[in-house]
């Protein structure tokens, strides 16, 4: 790639802006890099929209190094403005609008934030790191969080993932996030901008916005509400959680090499349905006076959705062999962690769910479904 070393490159890490620093994965990050990185200024750049808020960056380790910004990645005279102001020297793009139902209900918001959005971040960082030269002396790096959804399904007997599998998305989601992917190569391989890429399976954890599965369970089984799940159950997914995810996001910043993607997977494959089972279990043993007691009865078969991705699964040898990266978490210890989160932070929950724009979604995207409450 021009301009590309193939050698590890370690960044500078000190001015980072972080794209979707108020979302699930972003606001998990910061804190983790506010942690690990006593030397590092975070400039946290984020849209607010229905996923993203700031009850998720509500105590902050050290919050004095982390400087919140509300706006648009699509703004390119902001973006340009903060690079250059704060010599960024490190982009961590997390900011993505991620959920496969939103994108089969509407599709244009993927493609306004995940490419069009993309893309006026390359060409700004490419404008003021090249083209102006304001860069740091050890190199800059943009680094892209990407999927394991661009892909595509595999059947029951198909390997994992590796990151030589060809690119087969088949959502719009995914297709969105497939063409950001090849975006930040184009301008690797065209203008030698520094990049690192990686592509995770699902995330879950704490500070998830509760229309994704495990939180969506957790929520209406502690409000007694029916849990629905699409299909036969058993579609299966590599779960993440998302702390081991943020570990390896800083691992390949410093340790990855130029113009390389790393796939991270939890080496967790249970189908969705055993992930419902399992959180019933453990809401029954953790609230023992439920009146919702045993909650696996809450459990609702409902229509599969359109093109529903059957299997994924990650070949994580590359991360491990080359710079020592393993999840920490299986499903058992990481779904309790995660459960125990959501009982103990009731405000959190609160304030999600009286968001008129989240009720209007879950009645729009389950109603459909059959699933009555």
């Not at 910004?69 to 490190?90: K, M, P, S, W």
Request: aromatic share 10%; net charge negative; hydrophobic share 35%.
């Amino acid at each position: 790639m021009a301009g590309l070393s193939p050698a590890a490159s370690e960044v500078n890490l000190k001015n980072i802006l972080v794209t979707g620093g108020a979302g699930f994965i972003g606001s998990n990050f910061v804190r983790y890099l506010l942690e690990v990185e006593p030397n590092i200024h975070i400039f946290n750049l984020d849209a607010l929209t229905y996923a993203g808020s700031l009850e998720n960056l509500k105590d902050l380790p050290d919050s004095k190094r982390h400087t919140f910004i509300q706006g648009d990645i699509c703004d390119r005279t902001l973006v340009e403005d903060l690079l250059r102001r704060h010599q960024i020297d490190t982009v961590i793009h997390f900011a993505a609008e991620s959920h496969v139902d939103r994108s089969i209900l509407g599709p244009a918001p993927f493609i306004q934030t995940n490419v069009v959005g993309t893309f006026a971040l390359l060409d700004a960082a490419s404008q003021v790191w090249l083209r102006e030269g304001n860069a740091s002396a050890e190199g800059p790096r943009f680094h892209h969080i990407s999927t394991d959804e661009v892909y595509g399904s595999l059947g029951p007997g198909d390997p994992p993932f590796s990151e030589v599998t060809p690119y087969a998305p088949n959502s719009p989601y995914a297709a969105t996030k497939a063409a950001s992917d090849q975006l930040v190569r184009a301008y690797g391989h065209t203008y030698g901008l520094p990049f690192t890429l990686t592509n995770c399976s699902n995330n879950y954890g704490p500070y998830q916005f509760p229309e994704k599965l495990i939180p969506l369970m957790i929520l209406n089984a502690l409000q007694g509400k029916p849990l629905p799940v699409y299909g036969d159950g058993m579609q299966v997914r590599d779960w993440l959680y998302v702390v081991d995810h943020c570990e390896a996001v800083h691992l390949v910043l410093r340790k990855g090499r130029l113009g390389e993607t790393y796939n991270i997977g939890g080496n967790n494959q249970p189908a969705n349905l055993e992930i419902v089972q399992e959180i019933c279990a453990i809401l029954d043993e953790l609230v023992p006076y439920s009146a919702h007691r045993p909650h696996a009865k809450l459990v609702q078969m409902v229509a599969d959705r359109p093109g529903h991705d059957r299997r994924y699964g990650m070949d994580i040898n590359k991360i491990q062999t080359e710079l020592g990266w393993k999840p920490r978490h299986d499903t058992a210890n990481g779904l309790r962690d995660t459960v125990k989160w959501y009982l103990a932070h009731r405000a959190w929950i609160e304030t999600i769910l009286s968001r008129r724009e989240y009720n209007q979604w879950v009645d729009q995207n389950y109603g459909e479904r059959g699933v009555k409450e």
